[in-house]
């Protein structure tokens, strides 16, 4: 694996664990079922927020954001 696509690798893995931490937390926020799912199924739970995405656009970038790293990730591996 060459060195650019371990790099954008690491950073998916990290910017995804902060994302699932800060989805964890919103979706807790509001409500203990969403919280649930959002432990047990993260892309749903994010899924679930797409109708209030202008409130959570940080969670939304995020997601676009470590999509992008690994998608990098793939293509230069």
Do not use: D, E, K
């Not at 959570?56 to 999509?67: I, N, T």
């Amino acid at each position: 694996m060459p060195p650019v696509a371990a790099v954008c690798l690491v950073f998916a893995l990290v910017l995804s664990a902060a994302l699932w931490i800060y989805l964890v937390r919103v979706c807790f926020a509001n409500s203990t079922v969403h919280g649930i799912v959002a432990l047990l199924l993260p892309p749903i739970a994010l899924l679930s927020l797409l109708p209030h995405w202008q409130q959570y656009r940080q969670l939304f970038l995020m997601a676009l954001g470590a999509f992008g790293f690994i998608s990098i990730a793939i293509i230069l591996a």
